[in-house]
């Protein structure tokens, strides 16, 4: 503490002052006895400014001490505190060389004179971690006194790598209760959630996630309306169809969207609304899924002449389509038409003829015409190319390839982004 020497001059001023004023008012002297023999005569004002110096003097020398045994403890705490960190610095560098054991006897070490000390205790949990010694890092995660979001999320990962799912649920609820709009928590938790099928509460999260940030995957919003509308169709079917309905309406290109409208309506039995979706559908999204659903209601219907008016009016409108030739000879074959199959097969040749499927199909229609020598070459030619080609369905974000179509790619898990490309 730091005293200017005008304080200084001014405290004594006072105190002068003061005495001299005590001194005037009170002239009478004082016997002050040591001993029984032992005297001393002295003013009162005299005795109560020995008094007063003698009380500042005890202070003074108090506080003297306590500097002094303050000082040698910082000097403890420091030197303490120096040993931690080296060791800490220590530890980290083991780790850095693959050295967990080591790493570990340092930390433990450093931890015995400071046992609290969070910083420590989170080194240690990483390192057990890393040993997969998933209890062991649980136990250190779970002393701390005052767990700050960096050990909570380190102990979800620990829960997560262990297998302990709703323990790491739990723990991304105690991360909200302390940060309620924690973009990495919800979306995290709503990840665990998308993995569970829970789609109303996937729905509430990712909603959240958008009202914290607008800028987040709003794509995402569409595909998990649709999953919550898939899930209501098993209890409230006319619900259903009017939230497929109003998504095909959002965004006319989500093509599960529509197709799954058109299926619930198929399962109302309403085969003629299903057909009008999913013709609808295939005017905006051009996905082959809809032709193959509308052929196979057609024929369920008792209508094949229905099936081949459609593909034949689509290929007056587009007549070098090779998905709508090569689906047309695909029908043609199937009611047993085959003249006609080979004929569209061949106009195909160009645009097909890398693609094993297409040499399938040839050689279905080639063996209708008991043209076996030949069926037999395309069935050579089809298995030649299988290792590149094998399914007409692929997934347009990571090219992952399906015999059927689906909604969700089991690889991305992105929706809506199979269809047939050549």
Known sequence: MKISLRGVVFFTAILLGFFLYVYILNPMELEFRLSPHTSYKTSLSILMLLSFLGGALFVGLT??????????????????????????????????????????????????YEPDNSILLLQLARVYRVQRKWDEAL?????????????????????????????????????????????????????????????????????????????????????????????????????????????????????????????????????KASFEVWKKGYRFTQNPIFLQRMEELYLKEGDPRGAIRMYLELLGENPE?????????????????????????????????????????????????????????????????EEKINWPYKCEACKHEEPKWLDRCPSCLKWGTFTIRF
């Not at 220590?90 to 340092?106: S, V």
């Not at 995957?217 to 999953?227: F, H, P, Q, S, V």
């Not at 499927?357 to 089809?382: D, G, Q």
């Open 63 to 112: 506080d003297l001490i306590k500097d002094i045994k303050r000082g040698f403890e910082l000097r403890g705490i420091k030197k303490v505190q120096k040993a931690l960190w080296e060791n800490l610095k220590e530890a980290n560098e083991r780790i850095r060389r693959g050295d967990l054991e080591g790493a570990e006897r340092l930390l433990k070490e450093a931890l015995s």
């Open 139 to 271: 136990r250190i995660l779970k002393s701390l006194k005052d767990p700050k979001l960096e050990g909570l999320f380190l102990q979800v990962e620990v829960l997560l790598e262990a297998g302990k799912t709703q323990e790491a649920e739990r723990t991304f609820k105690e991360i909200l209760e302390l940060d309620s709009h924690n973009r990495e928590a919800l979306k995290a938790l709503r990840d665990m959630k998308i993995k569970e099928g829970v789609w109303e509460e996937v729905l509430r999260l990712h909603e959240k996630l958008l009202k914290i940030d607008p800028g987040e995957d709003g794509n995402l919003l569409l595909a998990l309306r649709y999953e919550r509308a898939k899930d209501m169709a098993e209890k409230d079917l006319s619900g259903a169809l009017k939230e497929l309905k109003r998504l095909s309406k959002d965004n006319p290109l989500f093509t599960p969207a529509w197709v799954t409208w058109g299926d619930l309506l198929l399962k109302k039995d309403k085969p």
């Open 321 to 385: 389509s090779p998905i709508l030739l090569y689906l047309y000879s695909k029908l043609c074959l199937r009611l047993g038409m085959a003249e006609e199959a080979l004929k569209k097969l061949k106009e195909l040749e160009l645009a097909l003829g890398n693609y094993p499927h297409y040499h399938y199909l040839k050689a279905k229609a080639l063996i209708a015409k008991e043209a076996h020598e030949e069926a037999t070459r395309s069935i050579l030619k089809a298995i030649d190319l």
